[in-house]
């Protein structure tokens, strides 16, 4: 049990990881008397709904992240560390960062969030890499545009047809809007620009293995989002699964109860959006763990066995209202928010709370003017659910100046189709060493 706090004792929360959990929990322990620090193996805070239009050259990196130190510069008891967690030694109330060096706490919030999961063919990341940072945003833009130019330099038609084939594993709300902005890309923004290939006979494959895209949402949005998704031009296959991934193609088979049969599509390009698992931190607690590694924790957010430790976002494993709490940004920031109000309730003696997760709706765009949103009991799909999706996520991005960046960004692309971030840099891209500037 922690010490009692109320005896003139400067408590030390530490926070891990300053996603949508992290940063909410940080901003809800910013007070007098009690001392911060927030860990986090970048410097930076992440928009990731948006990571997606950074992959696909839609948004720069500054417009969807902003470093952590100057969000949170006038909480001045708060110490950012840009450090990597290693571990965490509950009994020993310490966080164990690269290089061993130790941060003692009192409160410890865990926010460390997801990564992919290749349901044990992690051999898979290096031809179907995934998307959940901006390095691998950065990595899957690079492949995408490089492969249009390798197309035009391709002499051999199957080859060239390889190189203009696009797959995306998973039909969730990141692999429907990876498909749908592809296919607005290879027929719209890069029209006219190559005197080689017609990029209009580019392919975007999307595999599902359930039986609709967008396993989550009602079925009559399913059904509308696949419509948006083939009148993009995408050939959306659900009921199969990957079977082998290489650098040459993808192997498909037939999930249980499908009756499609195997194949194989040649393709050079392989976006993976189909799993993602918990961050391995939970397990270095020694509880508890659900299938997907998350830590199954009490009603308040707290880890069974220490009160002192509270879960939030991806990583913890809880039901509200008789459901699970989905894995995604609203739920992430009133998990933080509550795990604060949780802390600051310990110091000042009182008992704690369980967690009541809102939802105020889920929603997944697919593509111009196309959507598909959830708010309360209304179902809304095209323009009206498309609107909805732009100004929430305007809303809730992290400061002025970038709403108001990528508002002017989506203006413009919506006139024009045009997308500016498409600068390659990257293996097979680099320029060549006398090319370089300065030194």
């Not at 031009?233 to 049969?261: F, K, M, P, Q, Y």
Request: aromatic residues 8%; hydrophobic residues 45%.
């Amino acid at each position: 049990m922690p010490p009692d706090y109320t005896c003139g004792m400067t408590p030390h929360v530490v926070i891990i990881g300053c996603g949508f959990g992290g940063l909410a929990a940080a901003r809800g322990v910013g007070r007098d008397g009690v001392r911060v620090t927030i860990i986090d193996r970048a410097n930076h805070h992440l928009f990731q709904p948006l990571l997606y239009q950074v992959a696909t050259a839609g948004l720069s990196a500054t417009e969807i992240a902003a470093p952590i130190r100057h969000i949170l510069r006038r909480q001045k008891n708060l110490t950012v560390l840009m450090a990597d967690v290693r571990r965490i030694d509950p009994e020993r109330h310490v966080v164990v960062l690269d290089g061993e060096e130790e941060v003692a706490y009192d409160f410890l919030i865990v926010a460390s969030g997801a990564r992919h999961s290749y349901f044990g063919r992690d051999e898979w990341e290096a031809d179907a890499p995934g998307l959940k940072t901006l390095e691998d945003a950065f990595e899957i833009r690079r492949r995408i545009l490089t492969a249009f130019e390798r197309a035009e330099r391709e002499a051999d038609p199957a080859a060239r047809t390889a190189w203009l084939t696009f797959v995306v594993i998973g039909a969730g709300a990141t692999g429907v809007e990876l498909a749908g902005t592809l296919a607005e890309i290879a027929r719209h923004t890069l029209r006219g620009e190559f005197r080689h290939i017609d990029t209009h006979q580019t392919r975007v494959i999307l595999l599902e293995g359930a039986d609709r895209v967008l396993p989550p949402y009602p079925p009559e949005l399913s059904e509308r989002a696949r419509r948006q998704l083939e009148r993009l031009g995408v050939e959306v296959r659900t009921g199969c699964l990957a079977t082998a991934i290489d650098a040459a193609g993808v192997s498909i088979g037939a999930s249980i109860g499908s009756s499609i049969g195997s194949s194989r599509i040649p393709a050079r390009t392989v976006i993976w959006a189909a799993g993602v698992a918990a961050s391995p931190l939970g397990a270095s607690l020694r509880v508890p763990l659900d299938r997907a590694g998350r830590v199954r924790v009490a009603p308040d957010l707290s880890v069974p066995g220490y009160p002192e430790i509270f879960v939030a976002g991806d990583l913890a494993s809880v039901q509200s209202n008789g459901s699970p709490v989905p894995g995604i940004a609203p739920a992430a920031k009133q998990m933080g928010a509550h795990a604060a109000r949780n802390v600051i309730a310990l110091l000042a003696g009182r008992p704690t709370r369980p967690f009541r997760y809102r939802d105020y709706g889920t929603l997944a765009t697919i593509g111009r003017r196309a959507a598909v949103a959830v708010i309360g009991r209304m179902r809304l799909w095209g323009y009206p659910a498309w609107l909805a999706w732009l100004f929430a996520h305007i809303y809730f991005l992290i400061g002025f100046r970038n709403r108001f960046v990528v508002l002017m960004e989506w203006a413009w692309s919506y006139w024009t189709f045009e997308r500016h971030a498409r600068i390659v840099i990257g293996e097979s891209a680099a320029p060549r060493t006398d090319e370089r500037q300065g030194p």
